[in-house]
């Protein structure tokens, strides 16, 4: 099993930039497919970006393609997010998940990370 913890988070002007981090513990990173959610007050959670477990293929939601960037670094047990170009629309709490699959599908989240994009 796999533990999450999420970090980066903070308040951020629009237009600028910002790089969530997500630290695993418990089990190896590359047995994981990766993704990043948000969850605004009062909406449901969406997924942002997603990238397999080696890192060959990332997908994102057409509201942050150009603008934000998934990467891996399964040496490390690492997972980020690269915002740039911050509009106020991407103020949520980041949440990262793990995904696994054994004879069943299990997923794991973490704890999430505050992102305010304000003036």
């Known amino acids: 099993q796999v533990q999450l ?9 629009p237009g600028g930039s910002l790089r969530l981090s997500c630290a695993a ?12 959610w948000r969850q605004a007050p009062g909406k449901e959670r969406e997924l942002v970006a997603g990238i397999t477990r080696v ?7 057409d ?7 998934i990467s891996r670094d399964n040496a490390k047990n690492m997972v980020f997010l690269q915002m740039n ?3 106020p629309e991407d103020t949520a709490v980041y949440y ?3 995904v696994t699959y054994n004879y ?8 999430g990370t505050q992102v305010t994009v304000s003036s």
């Open 63 to 69: 509201s942050v393609k150009g603008r934000f960037t």
């Open 85 to 87: 170009s911050l509009k």
């Open 5 to 13: 913890v999420e970090s980066g988070g903070g308040l951020v002007q």
């Open 25 to 36: 513990s418990g089990s190896t990173l590359s047995n994981y497919a990766m993704s990043w």
């Open 55 to 61: 890192g060959g293929i990332t997908n994102y939601t």
């Open 96 to 98: 990262c998940k793990a």
């Open 104 to 111: 069943m599908r299990y997923e794991y989240w973490g704890q």
